[in-house]
């Protein structure tokens, strides 16, 4: 739908003053950072007027001079106006305003007035068939219908403004656009235009015919018969014209601007929204062919600007008209991605504003090889994320233990983004709007963690029509279901339950001997999300989102595990999660923005092994976060932040006490007295931050930050000052570093006074950053990161003994440990064009452990080599293929070289080599998709396989032992994993 105004008298108009001078652009974006400043060009000035001649209504869009008119000038802007999306984009607002374009003027002096503008004219009316349900019912009806023409007079938008039902709208649209008119003039050149037409259905009498072919019920019933040819250029009117214009002053351009792609090449018919203000609706501009636009008399006031072009992502964003000034603007638009059955609309791209930050688009989400079409699960394609530990739902960030990973779901922190087995993400793709990965160097909004975050945010729910789909495969089925509440608000749902428990043990043995499956895993998952987004004014944005995760794993041993007799039969773990937030956006001026976020939830971690363990573990965490932004010009950001929350918790467990067999600890458990916890008690971590974002030269963007945190009792607090720094030298060509300090502290078991060391500090992490991005052509574009990372007190066991209040006790755990990371990640992406994505990752590093005064070793996570080489074609007729190849090092493990024997247990004990010394065989695997869809127009089925290690590479897991320690045995990896599905969408 393209709204316009109804403009009736004409306004006073201030008076322009115009500097000579090319001005700079500043540039704005409502909630975002900007990459640059750029001069404005000048270009054409193209104008909208707004006529009101009171039956019919008639809005003329001229340019300065004739351009070749196009089959369709505003194809797919009915849609991208109404969507509330977002783009990479840059606005500008300038105090001294440039002249209109091709026009300089002076002070007090009005441009020259244009030539006439004349309506356009009808010459054929089609015949519209009166709706059979209306005519049983003995129905009349007006309906009346805005019509948008192009430049040669062709309908390109019927929109109903007063729907009548009963079949009418759907006939009028119909007949509407099967007439012919002559389009606008203005002067001798054609122009595209506007108006308003009613067409009216009136039972036929008795023995009399309906209107013949050709013919359409006139303003009062009449019919008009088709008409000839209009009047020409310059002509009278003529029969069959539509209600003619009212004359008009010459408008004042207030806004003007100019429309690019992020090459900086003009988009040539753009079409710019304005609304706000004293608007009844909004006014719409296009751009002509070196992409430059205005309007005219704007009232002084903050406007919301909606800027579409077909194939091009809308962007929205705010400007302020200053009495006695010209805003000029510039915007830049991203390309559009082809649309598949799997789409996860990932709007917007934010500028870095830490070191290195992944972004993957639409496409390469929804079609990554081994992704299964999940959004979070083509992350693990980036450089700096190793392979997930096998079973897990954890990743591993730079050579950093997975628990040094932090999770966010716009803002909140969660337990897991993945499922056990990183087979699905714990949150449905398809509602995300933004995926942001950082393996370091991250900016004071987030703490908590050593190593990397991954943080995903939720997107709009379609605001135009109710839309969904339902997705069945091998491993699991879900559905989606989402739509508008009314024009402000919409609301979306979705849920999802895997049964690859069913499904893995049909699978198996089909590829697998019965007597290599001596532990069978089979996770189970669910997840659901109730999210809902609501606009009460201009200004505001309120946001509801409910959703939850629940994961088991049952482990079926067939032998002793590792030569003890107590650890057989089963063990079970459980995760799950759920919560409530609800945000709040307010727009508090063009300067000042305000973001208030509140969520409670849930969380459950169970494990049970036979008589063994018994742990359950409730906790109800409540976040608070508050960023008030203020913007001074566009060489100035600060951000004053406050993260804080508390816990209730819950802790009961039934145990050996294994706590304190030290950091060399192992089997047996018959050895250990038992230990039993019952404990509850509340957590608080208040946090505060600041954050400056300075731009002291073009291309130059300095961050520094600073964060403060305090635990429960205050005995820890952390200090962590931060400083990112991005510096484009050329087009194209962007150096940037980065420096910090993080904090993390102690699990609750690591803690806690019954399981525990209460004395524990806080780990800290130092981390170095320096890297380089290279656009190399269009599409091709290669980023090389080096780091460094030096990690102190860390938290290990202990076997110690210490004093704590007056008596002597286990220590479990101390501070003793300390760590470093170093490498570098390269990266080398072909930007998705029409037929090809894809890219090749790679990731060298050490990760180093030592205890304190011992020498440097692996750490469990050292994987010195990773590649991902990853590419997907479109092969046309809804087939597309893609191939994933990876590569990497086996993960180090610590051997045993042989065992004693235990009488009191009866059982062999291990005697372990030199810790990390060996290291697991080298990990290779290729995984396969293949797309088939089939669009119609109501509804989209596609057919997809996605098979994970095609050629059956027996990929070692892990080792395990016999009873006696005699013999190894390794535990591989599922040899393939095929997921066969298919998605029907509406």
């Known amino acids: 739908m393209l709204p316009f105004p109804a403009v009736g008298t004409a306004r006073p108009r201030p008076a322009v003053v115009v500097p000579a001078r090319e001005p700079e652009v500043a540039v704005r974006r409502r909630g975002d950072q900007a990459r640059g400043v750029r001069p404005a060009t000048s270009g054409e000035t193209l104008r909208l007027f707004g006529l009101d001649s009171g039956a019919s209504i008639w809005y003329p869009i001229s340019c ?26 840059q606005s500008a607002t300038d105090s001294g305003a440039a002249p209109a374009a091709g026009e300089p003027a002076t002070a007090g002096e009005p441009p020259a007035p244009s030539a006439a503008a004349q309506p356009p004219r009808l010459v054929r009316a089609a015949e519209a068939a009166y709706p059979p349900e209306a005519l049983a019912a003995g129905l009349v009806a007006t309906v009346p219908c805005r019509v948008t023409l192009d430049a040669e007079g062709r309908v390109l938008d019927v929109e109903v403004l007063e729907p009548q039902g009963h079949g009418f709208d759907e006939a009028a649209v119909d007949a509407v656009r099967r007439s012919t008119f002559e389009p606008a003039y203005r002067g001798a050149v054609p122009i ?61 351009v207030t806004l003007e601007g100019d429309v690019l792609d992020l090459d900086d090449v003009s988009i040539e018919e753009a079409a710019v929204s304005v609304s706000g203000e004293t608007l009844v609706e909004p006014v719409v501009a296009v751009a002509d062919a070196r992409g430059h636009f205005s309007v005219t008399d704007l009232s002084p006031g903050r406007y919301r600007l909606r800027v579409s072009a077909a194939g091009f992502v809308t962007f929205e964003s705010e400007e302020e008209i200053v009495p006695g000034q010209v805003t000029v603007v510039r915007y830049r638009l991203e390309q559009e991605r082809l649309a598949t059955a799997f789409e996860t609309v990932i709007r917007a791209q934010r500028p870095p504003r830490e070191v290195t930050r992944r972004t993957i688009e639409t496409r390469e989400m929804a079609l990554a090889p081994g992704s299964a079409g999940d959004a979070l699960n083509a992350i693990q394609n980036m450089p700096g994320i190793a392979r997930p530990i096998f079973g897990s739902g954890m990743v ?56 990397g975050v991954i943080e995903v945010s939720p997107r709009v729910p379609n605001r135009e029509h109710w839309t969904g789909y339902v997705d069945l495969n091998l491993v699991d089925g879900g559905a989606l279901v989402e739509g508008p509440l009314a024009a402000n608000a919409s609301i979306a749902g979705s849920v999802r339950r895997s049964w690859i428990d069913a499904t893995l043990p049909a699978i198996l043995p089909l590829f697998v001997d019965e007597e290599d499956l001596s532990i069978t895993a089979a996770p189970v998952y669910w997840d659901y999300q109730l999210l809902a987004d609501w606009e009460p004014s201009d200004d ?83 976040q608070l976060r508050e960023e008030f932004t203020f913007r001074w010009g566009e060489a100035l950001q600060v ?47 208040p946090g505060f931050f600041l954050e400056t974002e300075l ?12 964060r403060f945190d305090i635990d429960t009792d205050g005995k820890r607090t952390a200090i962590e000052p931060r400083l990112n720094v991005r510096y484009q030298i050329l087009e194209g060509t962007t150096l940037k570093g980065g420096l910090g300090l993080y904090s993390q502290g102690s699990s609750p078991q690591e803690s806690s006074d019954d399981t525990g060391n209460p004395d524990l500090t806080l780990q800290r992490s130092y981390q170095y950053g320096l890297g380089v991005e290279q656009d190399l052509t269009d599409h091709i574009n290669i980023s090389v990161d080096l780091f460094y990372k030096q990690l102190d007190q860390l938290i290990r066991q202990s076997g110690d003994e210490v004093e704590r209040d007056g008596r002597l006790v286990a220590e479990n755990f101390d501070n003793d440990s300390y760590g470093r990371v170093y490498g570098a990640e390269i990266l080398a992406r072909y930007e998705p064009d029409d037929w090809f994505f894809g890219w090749i990752a790679v990731t060298i590093l050490r990760s180093e452990r030592r205890d304190e005064g011992g020498p440097w070793k692996a750490s469990e996570f050292d994987q010195r080599l990773n590649l991902t080489l990853l590419g997907s074609v479109d092969l046309g007729k809804g087939w597309n293929v893609g191939l994933r190849f990876r590569v990497a090092q086996g993960y180090p493990y610590t051997p045993v070289v042989g065992s004693i024997f235990d009488g009191d247990c009866d059982q062999y004990l291990p005697i372990e080599g030199a810790s990390n010394s060996q290291r697991l065989p080298w990990f290779h695997q290729l995984d396969l998709r293949v797309d088939k869809t089939f669009d119609w127009d109501v509804f989209k089925l596609s057919v997809y396989l996605d098979v994970q290690n095609v050629y059956f590479h027996y990929n070692v897991e892990a080792v395990g032992y016999n009873h006696d320690y005699t013999r190894r045995t390794d535990v591989h990896g599922l040899p393939i994993l095929p997921a066969l599905g298919l998605k029907g969408s509406f």
């Open 540 to 622: 505001d944005r309120l946001r509801f989102f409910l959703y939850g995760s629940d994961d088991s794993i049952a482990f079926l041993f067939g032998e002793p595990v590792q030569g003890d007799p107590t650890i057989q039969g089963a063990a079970v773990m459980g995760l799950g999660f759920h919560r409530l937030q609800t945000e709040w956006n307010r727009r508090i001026s063009a300067e000042m923005e305000n973001r208030m976020m509140l969520a409670v939830g849930y969380n459950i971690i169970r494990f049970e092994m036979g008589d063994l363990f018994d742990v359950t573990y409730h906790m109800a965490p409540i």
């Open 192 to 252: 595209p235009a506007r108006f308003v037409y009613r067409h009216v259905f009136r039972l036929p009498e008795e023995g009399a015919e309906g209107p013949g072919p050709g013919e359409a019920p006139g303003p009062e019933g009449a019919p008009i018969g088709p008409q000839g040819p209009g009047p020409g250029p310059g002509e009278g009117p003529g029969p069959g014209e539509l209600p003619p214009a009212e004359d008009f002053g010459e408008p004042i």
């Open 396 to 451: 591993v960030i730079r050579g950093s233990n997975p628990g040094n990973t932090l999770y966010y779901l716009d803002g909140v922190s969660i337990p897991l983004v993945y499922h056990f087995g990183a087979f699905r993400s714990a949150v449905n793709g398809d509602l995300l709007d933004r995926i942001d990965y950082y393996p370091g160097n991250y900016s004071v909004r987030h703490t908590g963690a050593l190593g």
């Open 695 to 706: 731009r002291p030269v073009d291309g130059l963007r300095l961050i520094p930050g600073i």
């Open 639 to 685: 951000t004053l932040g406050v993260d804080s929350g508390m816990q209730w918790y819950r802790a009961r467990a039934r145990l050996p006490d294994v706590f304190g067999m030290g950091s060399t600890g192992g089997p047996p458990l018959c050895g250990h007295e038992k230990l039993e916890v019952d404990s509850t008690g509340w957590n608080f971590w």
């Open 64 to 89: 300065m001079r004739t351009r070749t008119a196009r089959s369709a000038w505003l194809l797919g802007v009915t849609t991208l106006l109404s969507t509330p999306t977002a783009a990479r984009a």
